[in-house]
């Protein structure tokens, strides 16, 4: 049976990891999401090679396992004399990662825009950089909404990864604690609070969508 006495004991660490574990998803989002929009710019350039380099970056890291990628940055790089903490090991691989993944969301979303609004903007004389404020934007923002979301959740879940470098997240508590005491309560909690926090961000999300509908 499951001990309230138990879990009271466990509970604060399980808490200390899922703060880990949202600063790791707050971090990423803030560098990844803009990083993100500007690499999406660059792919839609009609500079070559700004196009090549960056197909190449976002072919490297979509196609490689974020596993891969954050033990290369925590324990490859300090060969060739780069040397990360943790924690900054962590937060560099997972802004490349997903930044690479919404470049190509946001490109997507570019892409979609017809090209009659790019001519309304010339008409307008509006600069580069107001039509991708005024114009493209808010059209691009309504558009990748749906595959953002699905990007955060995948998030939410993927934050567990840093355990293979030591850090002291929310799945490295319930493991630790399973492991001390033999018995799979910890794991179970870790679950329940994976759920609850995807299931915060979902309705985050649908909150945002549902702002953005009057534009249909």
Same mark, same amino acid.
């Given at each position: 049976?499951?001990?309230?006495?138990?879990?009271?004991?466990?509970?604060?660490?399980?808490?200390?990891?899922?703060?880990?574990?949202?600063?790791? =998803?707050?971090?990423?989002?803030?560098?990844?999401?803009?990083?993100?929009?500007?690499?999406?710019?660059?792919?839609?350039?009609?500079?070559?090679?700004?196009?090549?380099?960056?197909?190449?970056? +976002?072919?490297?890291?979509?196609?490689?396992?974020?596993?891969?990628?954050?033990? =290369? +940055?925590?324990?490859?790089?300090?060969?060739?004399?780069?040397?990360?903490?943790?924690?900054?090991?962590?937060? =560099?691989?997972?802004?490349?990662?997903?930044?690479?993944? =919404?470049?190509?969301?946001?490109?997507?979303?570019?892409?979609?825009?017809?090209?009659?609004?790019?001519?309304?903007?010339? +008409? @307008?004389?509006?600069?580069?950089?107001?039509?991708?404020?005024?114009?493209?934007?808010?059209?691009?923002?309504?558009?990748?909404?749906?595959?953002?979301?699905?990007?955060?959740?995948? @998030?939410?879940?993927?934050?567990?990864?840093?355990?293979?470098?030591?850090?002291?997240?929310? @799945?490295?508590?319930?493991?630790?604690?399973?492991?001390?005491?033999?018995?799979?309560?910890?794991?179970?909690? +870790?679950?329940?609070?994976?759920?609850?926090?995807?299931?915060?961000?979902?309705?985050?999300?649908?909150?945002?969508?549902?702002?953005?509908?009057?534009?249909?």
């Amino acid at each position: 049976m499951l001990s309230l006495n138990y879990i009271s004991q466990i509970l604060p660490s399980l808490l200390a990891g899922t703060t880990m574990t949202l600063k790791i =998803f707050c971090w990423t989002l803030i560098g990844a999401l803009p990083l993100g929009m500007i690499f999406g710019l660059g792919l839609v350039s009609k500079i070559k090679l700004v196009k090549y380099i960056l197909n190449f970056f +976002v072919w490297l890291m979509r196609g490689t396992p974020l596993l891969l990628q954050l033990i =290369f +940055v925590f324990y490859g790089l300090p060969i060739v004399g780069i040397v990360f903490q943790r924690y900054d090991a962590a937060l =560099f691989a997972f802004i490349l990662n997903y930044s690479a993944y =919404f470049a190509e969301i946001f490109r997507g979303g570019l892409q979609s825009v017809d090209r009659g609004q790019y001519e309304a903007a010339k +008409v @307008l004389r509006l600069s580069y950089w107001q039509t991708i404020r005024k114009i493209l934007i808010p059209q691009v923002a309504k558009i990748v909404l749906p595959s953002i979301g699905n990007e955060v959740i995948n @998030l939410v879940k993927d934050s567990s990864l840093v355990y293979v470098i030591g850090i002291g997240d929310l @799945l490295r508590a319930g493991n630790v604690a399973s492991a001390r005491d033999v018995t799979l309560i910890p794991l179970l909690l +870790v679950g329940v609070i994976y759920l609850l926090l995807t299931a915060v961000c979902t309705y985050v999300l649908r909150q945002v969508e549902k702002h953005y509908a009057y534009w249909r």
